[in-house]
DNA sequence: ATGAAACTGAACCGATCAGTTTATAGTCGC
DNA sequence: GCGACTATAAACTGATCGGTTCAGTTTCAT
């Protein structure tokens, strides 16, 4: 997978180096405020073997957005207990994606989806089905078993998944993304998610 | 208010020209993207007379931006018979918020806002109150009236008219942001705003 | 120890870009 | 017609950046 490029990439020693500065300066400065001479210096190597690795400054970036892309699915997974009562289990799903709409990592690596995905348009559709898209899986995946249960009562499960994970941003995402805002109290964050879960069991409790 | 920038700015003939020719570049190429060349050009004036102008790139960016982000609030701005049922007005409100987020305009600029919040901190800061806490408070006040009306019962206005835009954007606004798709038919616009209505009035209806 | 491959650092190229300057010419009131 | 103002095109400056080249050094398997 992570060779997946077309074999444009050679083997060497400082190959991992290359990509971990090119992670930090790109998460940083995005693509156009990169410049690749600062990425080899942050690599600690030079930027002739940094152009033995990687013909040229796009091919760098799109391996590391990709992978960042990837990271965010794997991070964001978190083993959960469900057999609690669905407020409480969505209490708790709420906060969690609040944390991660919130955190440095996702703000970053959003940013630089939005801001690049026309100049990188495979992009945008990596960060979405790695994103939105698997969090609503999950969150749906969820919602099915607890309709089983007879808990919920559900007809269209992605967008049930999909309307619960938006109420919960609702204002701080803006916020956040615009640079408003980048902490939250819990009072406010309580706000949003109860509210979130109150619309929800409104509309979809049994 | 839009000399509001330390009187920097000059006036005469060709003001409004270069600042046209500026707004036209600027929204389709960002801040990096666009050289001051192709400005003057699309302006029809010379870079001498631009300079004369404006002292600097950056100035004539936050002009251009936060008369736009101005734009967005008026053009957004519409009459509307309020004293239909709920339903239909928000029906009529979600449809009317889709076709804001998806129109090529809001695109453009929320683009340039969150590529450019942290260049331009105030810029984040303007789109956000223009955009996001003006359409708050406008249907935050027709909530209000409709509860005073007896038809819904609302206890936080700011909330619920935050949640029911956020419900209308349901999977379409991350798929417009992130360049997946830029059209939607009719029957997914329609299940997204019925879905918001639904919810919406099985939390706040009488 | 040797030889090939990997790596270095610095110089270099061509291009772009923000901003300035200069020399020229139109346009106004008087 | 004259002087003050405004505009113009074009050349220029200084800096940055992506990418290349190359002579010399390090690493490492044999």
Known sequence: MSTATKAVIRTGRKFEQVLQGARQVFMTDGYEGASVDDIAKAAGVSKATLYSYFPDKRLLFMEVAR???DRQAYETAEPTDF???????????GRKTLEIITSEFSQRIFRICVGESERFPELGREFYQTGPLEGRRRLSEYLRRS??????????FDLAADQFIELCRVDIFPRVILGVDTEFSQAEIDRVV?????????R???
């Open 83 to 93: 057999n609690a009562p669905p407020r409480d289990i969505l209490r708790l799903l």
């Open 194 to 202: 109860d509210g979130a879960v109150d619309m929800f069991m409104a």
């Open 147 to 156: 309709c089983a249960r007879g808990e919920l009562q559900i007809e269209d």
């Open 204 to 206: 979809y409790g049994t």
């Open 67 to 69: 992978s960042e892309c």
